[in-house]
């Protein structure tokens, strides 16, 4: 009879620490006993120190027990396992990703109770991802995980930074409002006390990044879908252009396939080309873009982006001018529309 009793205590343990709160019928029921024994039990179980907590027509749950091991995670690594969860490349209907999403909320209500429930809240709000990074190289994971703690702790950062671009480095204060993965790279968006306004840098560009004891408050009217609304990936450029490209027949179907940007509109002509309309805020990065498709593409609007292209292949052709056969070069073009 004890030793029946003692596997019943056990099970009881067990249901309780699934988590979901189980009144006394429900119990008695799944141990195919009396709710007066179910009484007795869970008296007992409070008589060995084990806290149960009666939630009045939801039943009976463990508020604390030997089994709840409070593990030491900091608020960052905490959120790096929900937005892990959130972000995982396997299907959700996975019994595998049900398991694991099981096991990071429980991981998560042990450690921070109903404070794990607001970080999960606030995760929108300092990370998104437009696709999962890779990877980051072991160097960058301490900026990283530095940036991710002042994001939520609203701390500044005394950071260096260096633009590949013109090859210089600057020194700046910033308040780190969000941290976003786009195309495989980390970047962090916030109010840079050089510049004096929001701007975004590459996390694998900043070469020293401290956390200092100073906080910030963010701007109220700051919101990320906001901030990069009207961009072509990241950086908004104050001006929007109507955009207007042509893709040859040779690309125009490998184009039309995939939506590019959320105000792309296209249709196919007759012969086989693409034609896409977009309106962006700058011109930079839908350039970088326009490139990838070299001669399959050509821009129609506006005048200044089709001669940002034009510079950037006469700096491609200047590249690779000491190799090219002038004969070659010389040939005249084929009769035909562009491109």
Known sequence: MAQERLIRLVRVLTLLQEGKALSSSDLAEKLNVTPRTIFRDLHTLEQAGILIEYRGERGYELKDSVFATRLPLSPSELISLLLLRSCSAVSANSPFMRSATEIIDKLAKNTMGNTAEKLLRSVPEIISHDRFALGIPEGELSWFATLLTACIEKR?????YEYFSNNTRVSTGLHPYHLHSCENSWYVIGHSTTHGEIRTFKVCRIYSLDLLEESFTPPRRF????????????????????????????????????????????????????????????????????????????????????????????????????????????????????P
């Open 156 to 160: 500044v950062c005394s950071m260096k």
């Open 223 to 338: 919101d990320i879908q906001s901030h990069l609304k009207g961009a072509w990936r990241l950086i908004p450029d104050g001006e929007t252009y109507d955009v207007q490209v042509e893709f040859s027949p040779a690309v125009a179907r490998r184009a039309a396939e995939q939506q590019w940007h959320y105000t792309q509109q296209q249709a196919m002509t007759p012969d086989g080309r693409c034609i896409m309309n977009f309106r962006v805020s700058g011109l930079d990065e839908i350039k970088e873009w326009i490139l990838r498709f070299g001669a399959g593409v050509y821009v129609r609007k506006p005048l200044k982006l089709r001669q940002m292209v034009v510079d950037s292949a006469r700096n491609i052709l200047e590249q690779y001018r000491p190799e090219v056969v002038t004969e070659a070069v010389s040939e005249p073009r084929q009769s035909g529309r562009r």
